[in-house]
């Protein structure tokens, strides 16, 4: 009879656990942890949970003593951050969307916003006030950026 010793690869996910010691998952590789101090981005191998306290203690000195709610918070602003930089990436797209389609410029606002909403309201379970406020949809900034790109346009042409 025979042994086997195979021994198993321990490939260690990130877990939630691990927000306590200041990490979420990479918005990269959700198996990764990141350290939502510095975004530094660990390897599923350091992904110990003393390899993350040990990060927290020695590079983040400062923030040690938080507890689990600092790091929550920490979490949405990092998250809402990120989601404004895709909504506002979106806004370009469809102002380009607008301009192409010949449609009058207040489709932004008639259509294309409330879609927006709709969107961000079922999709990404946001209240979408917060992230509308950041997005300048309305007739003039459509209409501002669809003079820019008309611009760019005829220039390169
Ligand atoms: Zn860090």
Redesign the pocket.
């Known amino acids: 009879m025979t042994t086997q010793h195979q021994a198993k690869k321990k490939c260690r996910h990130y877990s939630v656990e691990y927000l306590k010691y200041?990490f979420v998952s990479a918005p990269q590789n959700q198996q990764q942890p990141m350290?939502l101090?510095?975004e530094?981005v660990f390897s599923n191998e350091a992904m110990k949970p003393s390899r993350l306290l040990e990060?927290l203690t020695k590079?983040?000195s400062d923030k040690v003593d938080k507890n689990i709610a600092y790091f929550q918070s920490l979490r949405e602003k990092s998250r809402n951050e990120k989601l404004l930089e895709i909504c506002l990436l979106a806004l370009h797209n469809i102002s380009l969307l607008i301009a192409r389609s010949g449609k009058p410029h207040a489709i932004g606002e008639e259509l294309i916003l409330p879609a927006v909403r709709e969107v961000l309201h079922t999709v990404v379970h946001k209240s979408p006030d917060q992230i509308m406020k950041a997005i300048p949809l309305s007739d003039n900034s459509v209409q501002r950026r669809v003079d820019e790109m008309a611009y760019q346009f005829v220039k390169s042409a």
């Open positions: 200041g350290c101090l510095c530094k990060h590079i983040h």
